[in-house]
């Protein structure tokens, strides 16, 4: 009789640690699963960086030759877009590689590159050359002052993670053709997610107590 006894009480720890153990087991999987994909999950910046390299590689002779050194996010003023600069090479028509920096808009909209210069020497002034012409290059030497004087002057940015944002770019291409990307959701729908990886370990958490007191 004792011996049933002993047998009875053991079966019955080893179900209760079986039970425990597969509640642990399945939480911690929902918990990776879901910290994965809040890991990957663009915010808002990146996902303005990504449609700003999707139009870069639109703007290249050769987009699979495009190399990214360095992308910047500048923060401005309540009246003005915040504004993107890349540090990038590719190839031009000659098949060499050109190092340039162009910007964008905070949506990914393409403002300018230091490498546009075929007109920047012509000054207005020139009569030699038509009127379209002259202003041409005096929209390109405005534009690169400014794109210089931002990347060499300016210490008000944030390097944004490159790889995060080229290994996720799938996550806004359908955002491409907008005039005005939905973007601006991006950062709630993050939190959203932590919320529910949140929700989860608790009700894990409770879960496995119950357990322990039965």
């Given at each position: 009789?004792?011996?049933?006894?002993?047998?009875?009480?053991?079966?019955?720890?080893?179900?209760?640690?079986?039970?425990?153990?597969?509640?642990?087991?399945?939480?911690?999987?929902?918990?990776?699963?879901?910290?994965?994909?809040?890991?990957?999950?663009?915010?808002?910046?990146?996902?303005?960086?990504?449609?700003?390299?999707?139009?870069?590689?639109?703007?290249?002779?050769?987009?699979?030759?495009?190399?990214?050194?360095?992308?910047?996010?500048?923060?401005?003023?309540?009246?003005?877009?915040?504004?993107?600069?890349?540090?990038?090479?590719?190839?031009?028509?000659?098949?060499?590689?050109v190092r340039s920096i162009a910007r964008f808009?905070?949506?990914?909209?393409?403002?300018?590159?230091?490498?546009?210069?075929?007109?920047?020497?012509?000054?207005?002034?020139?009569?030699?050359?038509?009127?379209?012409?002259?202003?041409?290059?005096?929209?390109?030497?405005?534009?690169?002052?400014?794109?210089?004087?931002?990347w060499n002057y300016t210490d008000d940015y944030?390097?944004?993670?490159?790889?995060?944002?080229?290994?996720?770019?799938?996550?806004?291409?359908?955002?491409?053709?907008?005039?005005?990307?939905?973007?601006?959701?991006?950062?709630?729908?993050?939190?959203?997610?932590?919320?529910?990886?949140?929700?989860?370990?608790?009700?894990?958490?409770?879960?496995?107590?119950?357990?322990?007191?039965?």
């Amino acid at each position: 009789m004792k011996n049933n006894k002993l047998k009875n009480i053991i079966e019955k720890f080893n179900n209760i640690n079986q039970k425990k153990k597969k509640i642990l087991i399945i939480i911690t999987i929902v918990e990776i699963i879901l910290l994965i994909i809040f890991c990957n999950l663009l915010t808002r910046k990146e996902a303005g960086v990504g449609l700003a390299i999707i139009h870069l590689k639109e703007q290249l002779k050769a987009p699979s030759s495009l190399q990214i050194h360095e992308i910047r996010y500048y923060k401005r003023d309540e009246n003005e877009l915040d504004t993107i600069l890349i540090d990038y090479s590719s190839e031009n028509s000659y098949g060499g590689m050109v190092r340039s920096i162009a910007r964008f808009t905070e949506y990914g909209l393409f403002q300018g590159d230091i490498s546009d210069n075929y007109y920047s020497d012509i000054e207005f002034s020139d009569y030699y050359y038509s009127k379209e012409e002259r202003k041409k290059g005096a929209q390109q030497r405005k534009t690169i002052a400014e794109i210089e004087l931002l990347w060499n002057y300016t210490d008000d940015y944030e390097i944004v993670n490159k790889n995060k944002v080229l290994r996720n770019l799938f996550q806004v291409q359908s955002e491409k053709e907008k005039i005005v990307p939905n973007i601006d959701l991006r950062d709630g729908f993050r939190y959203g997610v932590l919320f529910i990886i949140i929700v989860i370990l608790v009700i894990g958490i409770i879960a496995y107590k119950k357990e322990n007191k039965q």
